[in-house]
């Protein structure tokens, strides 16, 4: 399985997820791409995550974004959320990743910002990779 799952709220986030998975590759990290709308297909993506292994997910999606805290309250992995622009300058979404409620943790980065996403993704991956070589920490990172 990939290191990063990437999913969308729309085929309309494309654009988002193209950067994502451009700067994911050209760090040599391996991802899968779904679109899963957590208000239009919440069984779907239930599914989807109930088989995933990955390491972290990046989720994106613009207007009322349900969908990263969603997943946040599926697994214990790292959530990286997108808010997508086209409405409200895309405060609407900003807002709803942000203010995720206790013990539901996302990272949030800008408005449209596909690039950190990614970069941040890349970042957490190679703390993981260090930590699970220190001899003084043992375990799974899951
Ligand atoms: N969206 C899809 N399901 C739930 C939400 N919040 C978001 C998508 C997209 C926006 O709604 O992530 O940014 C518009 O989607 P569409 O499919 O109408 O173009």
């Known amino acids: 399985m990939a290191d990063v799952a990437v999913i969308l709220g729309s085929a309309s986030d494309n654009e988002i997820a193209d950067r994502v998975c451009s700067v994911l590759a050209e760090h040599g990290v391996s991802f899968d791409c779904k679109v899963l709308s957590a208000h239009r297909e919440p069984e779907k993506l239930d599914a989807y995550l109930q088989e995933c292994t990955c390491s972290i997910y990046i989720a994106i999606a613009g207007l009322s974004a349900a969908l990263p805290g969603v997943i ?3 697994t214990d992995r790292p959530v990286i959320g997108v808010p997508v622009s086209g409405t409200l300058l895309g405060i609407d979404a900003l807002l ?3 203010q995720m409620p206790r013990g539901v943790p996302v990272a949030t980065v800008g408005v449209d910002a596909a690039e950190n996403a990614a970069l941040l993704a890349v970042r957490i991956l190679a703390l993981a990779a ?4 220190s001899s003084s920490i043992s375990g799974s990172m899951h």
């Open 72 to 74: 946040a309250s599926r």
């Open 130 to 133: 260090q930590i699970g070589k």
């Open 96 to 98: 709803s990743i942000a």
